[in-house]
């Protein structure tokens, strides 16, 4: 994706709030103007799902959906153009069909699909919900790549050729963070005393922050990781920059991570403490 690719996250929940399980659950997602990049589904365990989709379809199969459990499904999608075309979306299990929830948030761009199960719709009127709880999920747009930690981190790694690293992360067993993955980073640089290799670490924090979707106080954490990277080649200018940045927060976590680094507190000392 470069640059100028608008993207899209499309966040589809499924829920049943009934009292009998649904069989058979089959999703069908079709995209307009767009075309499916990836997907991901939390809530079914891998072996319980069958995923078929192309550029423009995503499909969901589930033997069954117990009650009370809710599936959420998360496409990405590169559009074709700045608008975006409302995807046609079916939910429907053995004997019932899901229903669309109406919004009742202003800011929400479209609301879908919780499922009801077939006792709940004896039990009420048609278009009354009555004691079911409604779903809100999200369909927003960003510029900023939102998936795995892990298949983010190994993309930027692959492209400033850290090879290695990559396929470190992409196998890992266990969901990272950024901030622990950049304190990791950090300590494969400086262990290797290579300036070239921490050179190609400070491209690549720097590349991960203006492209990944991070929480702000993991963007503190990373900037203090490049002042280490920086202030070990000597660059003393991006070392200060970055401490500076760090420090914007305020945070407590990042002075105490200061004052651990004798380098890093001597700079943070010749550094104009942010107001």
């Known amino acids: 994706m470069g640059q100028t690719q608008n993207i899209a996250i499309l966040t589809v929940d499924i829920r049943d709030p009934g009292k009998k399980e649904v069989e058979d659950l089959l999703c069908e997602i079709i995209v307009k103007d767009a075309t499916l990049v990836e997907h991901k589904v939390v809530g079914l365990p891998p072996v319980s799902q069958v995923i078929t989709s192309t550029a423009s379809t995503f499909r969901l199969q589930a033997p069954f959906l117990n009650p009370d459990e809710m599936i959420s499904i998360q496409l990405l999608l590169a559009l074709g153009s700045d608008a975006f075309s409302p995807p046609e979306i ?17 800011q929400q761009r479209d609301i879908f699909l919780p499922l009801f199960a077939a006792a709940a719709f004896s039990l009420v009127p048609a278009g009354l919900y009555w004691g079911t709880r409604r779903w809100l999920p999200q369909l927003f747009f960003t510029k900023r790549h939102l998936d795995d930690q892990r298949e983010v981190f190994a993309y930027i790694y692959g492209i400033n050729g850290l090879y290695e690293e990559a396929a470190i992360t992409r196998t890992a067993s266990k969901e990272l963070s950024y901030w622990s993955e950049s304190d990791f980073l ?25 492209y990944a979707s991070i929480q702000d ?45 004798e380098t890093l507190s ?6 104009p403490q942010p107001e």
């Open 90 to 106: 079916s939910v429907r299990g053995k004997g019932i069909t899901g229903k669309k929830v109406s919004s009742e948030d202003s």
């Open 186 to 210: 950090v300590e494969r640089c400086l262990r290797s005393g290579n300036q070239d290799l921490i050179k190609q670490g400070i491209k690549a924090l720097e590349q991960l922050l203006n």
């Open 266 to 271: 001597e700079i943070a000392l010749r550094t």
């Open 217 to 261: 106080t993991s963007c503190l954490i990373i900037h203090f990781n490049i002042a280490r990277l920086a202030a070990a080649i000597y660059d003393l200018e991006k070392a200060k920059e970055n401490i500076a940045l760090a420090r914007k927060g305020t945070h407590q976590v990042i002075e105490r991570r200061i004052q651990f680094d």
